[in-house]
């Protein structure tokens, strides 16, 4: 256990410092190996999370499950993210941790996390070779689905308000966007 009063010095951080942050209500997140504090959502982002999960769950197949975050995604020793909703297989969680990159990440924008998830955790999950990655404004409210293609992202739905939105993966499932900020 690395012992955090004193700072890394002259390295990159890695799963082992994370691990090694305080439990303090914060989100430490590693990207890069550098450490990346956010504060703790506030209640339209919670508010939002929580419709989107349940909604995936009900169109969940049985061999895939669901999870919102705090839950570690490790996608290199120097990248450990925790995506606010995820879809992965079963087996990718059948011991304590989340092994491997899932197959749909999704992030709500918040004030404090817009600029991370659209720029560089969007990169991160592409160059993890994560194949569906949403983003979730409840702000506006809308939703944008990206699949990866030939090794990027490419944008496959879009919605806003009450429009709706059909993605069929990682499994079918209907988004309508107002429905996820009430």
Known sequence: MVDM??????????????????????????????????????????????HLYALLLAACPEDLRVFVAPLDVTLSEQTV??????????AQVAGLDHVGVPL????????????????????????????????VDPAVPSVVCWQLHDGQYVETGRATGDEVLTADRPFPVTVVPSSLVR
């Open 5 to 50: 009063t004193t700072l890394p010095r002259g390295r990159e951080f890695t799963r082992d410092d994370l691990a090694a942050m305080p439990d303090d209500g914060n989100r430490y997140e590693l990207v890069d190996g550098a450490i990346i504090v956010t504060p703790s959502p506030k209640v339209p982002h919670q508010a939002t999370v929580g």
């Open 81 to 90: 993210v925790q995506p606010d909703v995820l879809v992965t297989t079963a």
């Open 104 to 135: 749909l990440t999704v992030e709500v924008l918040s004030p404090s996390t817009r600029h991370l998830d659209l720029g560089l955790k969007r990169s991160r999950y592409e160059a993890a070779a994560c194949a569906s990655y949403w983003v």
